[in-house]
């Protein structure tokens, strides 16, 4: 069973950076295209970006000149850094696993970040 | 961008009855490749999403036969044919046949 875990700070500072990890066991990190969505109560669920081992990214443009993502295939983990951030990046932020065929098939716990001074 | 729009906003069942929501995509959702591609998401209280159904009507495993997914172009169903307790929660379809993914509002069930 795929499952995945989201790490990193709560509370980031306005205009610094954000930046998460999400941890994947129960598969390769080179098994599936990896997924980051966020969920607030003014914008719901928002899909940020995908990304594969590859190198391959899909970025929403809503965040495309902000955001940054890797994968690390020696810790099986992926990554996601948002830049410039505003009291607006604050969300629930999700990992989650991508295919084609399926979608969106696990979904990790969710990490709260919240985006005060 | 794909707009995803539900309804209702809100569902009150009485327990054992069916529930039905509806999700209607701004374009197409059939792919080039002939697929279309949407999901359907349950999200518990105070839990993570939890994937039902893909590509329309595909039921994941262990999710109980009475949810069930239909619909085709622009025009999509879930369906609850008895509702139970633990169905309470909100319900989002997605549409992931082009970029940006996209989240249709979501639709609160809750026992009447």
């Known amino acids: 069973q795929v499952q995945l875990q989201e790490s990193g700070p709560g509370l980031v500072k306005p205009s610094e950076t954000l930046s998460l990890t999400c941890g994947v066991s129960?598969?390769?990190?080179?098994?599936?295209?990896w997924a980051w969505i966020r969920q607030s109560p003014g914008r719901g669920l928002e899909w940020i970006g995908t990304?594969?081992?590859?190198?391959?990214?899909w970025y929403n443009a809503s965040v495309k000149s902000r955001i940054t993502t890797s994968t690390d295939t020696s810790k099986n983990q992926f990554s996601l850094s948002l830049n410039s951030v505003t009291a607006a990046d604050t969300a629930v932020y999700y990992c989650?696993?991508?295919?084609?065929?399926?979608?969106?098939?696990?979904w990790g716990q969710g990490a709260q970040v919240t985006v005060s001074s | 961008d794909v707009v995803m729009t539900q309804s209702p906003l809100s569902l009150p069942v009485t327990l054992g009855q069916p529930a039905s929501i509806s999700c209607r995509s701004s374009?197409?959702?059939?792919?080039?490749?002939?697929?279309?591609?949407l999901n359907w998401f349950q999200q518990r209280p105070g839990q993570s999403p939890r994937r039902l159904i893909y590509k329309v009507s595909n039921r994941d495993s262990g999710v109980p036969d009475r949810f069930s997914g239909s619909g085709s172009g622009t025009d999509f169903t879930l369906k609850i044919s008895r509702v139970e307790a633990e169905d309470v929660g909100f319900y989002y379809c997605m549409q992931y046949t082009q970029w940006p993914l996209t989240f249709g509002g979501g639709t609160k069930v809750e026992i009447k």
């Open positions: 990304l594969h081992h590859s190198g391959t990214t």
């Open positions: 129960g598969c390769s990190i080179s098994d599936y295209y």
């Open positions: 989650a696993a991508y295919t084609r065929p399926g979608g969106l098939d696990y």
């Open positions: 374009q197409s959702l059939v792919s080039s490749d002939g697929n279309t591609y």
